[in-house]
């Protein structure tokens, strides 16, 4: 491959000759459903196993009236992010293994086949590919990755349809949340302990379709207050912290850094998992217990994480009317475990756990 400098009059990464970016301002970007060019899709019988998929053009999907995802919300997805090599060539996907096995469980809970971890990375890598030009240009962005498991057979009666569809696509992205605060966005959390997004028993441990759109009124009435997102409580005694709408939550104090511990209604975060692994390796001591309001009180600083939210530092949490205030910007714990994640994400630091899968 030849390298040249990609020509515009804009200060763009170079490209490999050939190559060209979409036509997007790179520094708008939000967290939209940008339309690319391709998405996979492949499909299979239930009781049996998924063989091969392909790329189509980007576009609606058909399905029946009576398809079991949309009667029943028989349907789990996945996030994940491609960035672009600092070259400008190429791209490296974090951990796409961890959301493949994650796909896997929440497919086994919803009675659902599920791809294998090697046809679900092949599909993310080649719906990344074939969106090449969409890859933001590096620390402009990322492009997001959504693969999407469902049962798209016609059911009637309750029961696990019988067809299934496994669709992957993709849209360039840049922060989740708006507000920005040297470089990292700082976000104001309000303690919900009336409605609850995950029960025991239920579905809160896996990412089905069915755990998101039950928090959307707690979390419009949020926004109207001016907080940007909400931190549930567990649902029994109302006092441990769960997670917040679309990401985990870590609070530190001192020299450690506490996260509920997963134990069915939190989303095991993928981001969650490398954050407590870079912060352990950076010598804090990271536990994951049951962590209170009080400890949540208590904190020096408090941060969410997710794939789509990458490390999020709180800036407030407003709990029965009363806010507390945490430290945020330079020089914070959260921005350190920021950088060194983003750093391994963007192949900037050497990925000695080998979470980086080139594309
Ligand atoms: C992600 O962080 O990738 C998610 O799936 C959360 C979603 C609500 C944006």
Redesign the pocket.
């Known amino acids: 491959n030849s390298f040249t400098p990609y020509s515009s009059a804009t200060s763009l990464q170079p490209l490999w000759a050939g190559e060209e970016y979409a036509d997007m301002d790179w520094d708008a970007l939000g967290f939209d459903a940008v339309p690319t060019d391709y998405m996979y899709v492949m499909k299979c019988a239930r009781n049996d196993t998924f063989s091969s998929g392909r790329l189509n053009p980007y576009g609606n999907i058909e399905l029946s009236p009576s398809s079991g995802v949309l009667n029943y919300g028989q349907g789990v ?1 996945e ?1 994940l992010k491609a960035y672009r090599k600092p070259d400008g060539c190429g791209f490296l996907l974090f951990r796409p293994v961890e959301n493949a096995a994650r796909m896997q469980t929440g497919a086994e809970r919803m009675c659902m086949p599920s791809p294998s971890a090697d046809q679900f990375i092949d599909a993310v890598k080649e719906t990344v590919s074939a969106n090449r030009r969409w890859v933001p240009p590096q620390g402009k962005g990322s492009l997001y990755i959504r693969p999407l498991l469902m049962g798209s057979g016609s059911v009637l009666g309750l029961a696990p349809a019988p067809e299934y569809t496994f669709l992957v696509y993709a849209a360039p992205v840049g922060n989740y949340f708006k507000a920005r605060l040297e470089g990292l966005a700082a976000i104001n959390l309000v303690v919900e302990d009336e409605v609850h997004r995950a029960t025991p028993g239920g579905t809160g441990g896996v ?1 089905t379709i069915t755990n ?1 759109a039950p928090v959307l009124r707690a979390q419009l009435q949020a926004k109207r207050n001016g907080f940007t997102d909400i931190l549930y409580v567990d649902p029994v005694k109302k006092k441990y912290l769960e997670e917040a709408s ?2 985990n939550i870590f609070i530190v104090k001192g020299n450690v850094i506490s996260t509920p511990a997963t134990q069915g209604t939190i989303l095991p975060g993928i981001t969650r998992g490398s954050i407590i692994d870079i912060a352990s390796d950076s010598g804090y001591l990271v536990e994951e217990r049951l962590v209170s309001i009080e400890d949540l009180i208590d904190a020096d600083e408090v941060f969410c994480t ?4 990458v490390l999020s530092p709180v800036l407030s949490v407003t709990y029965h009317g009363q806010r507390f205030e945490y430290r945020t910007g330079a020089e914070t714990v959260s921005q350190r475990l920021y950088k060194s994640l983003t750093n391994i994400q963007m192949g900037l630091a050497e990925d000695t756990k080998d979470w980086t899968v080139e594309v």
């Open positions: 997805f996030g990412k998101y679309s990401s997710g794939t789509a939210v």
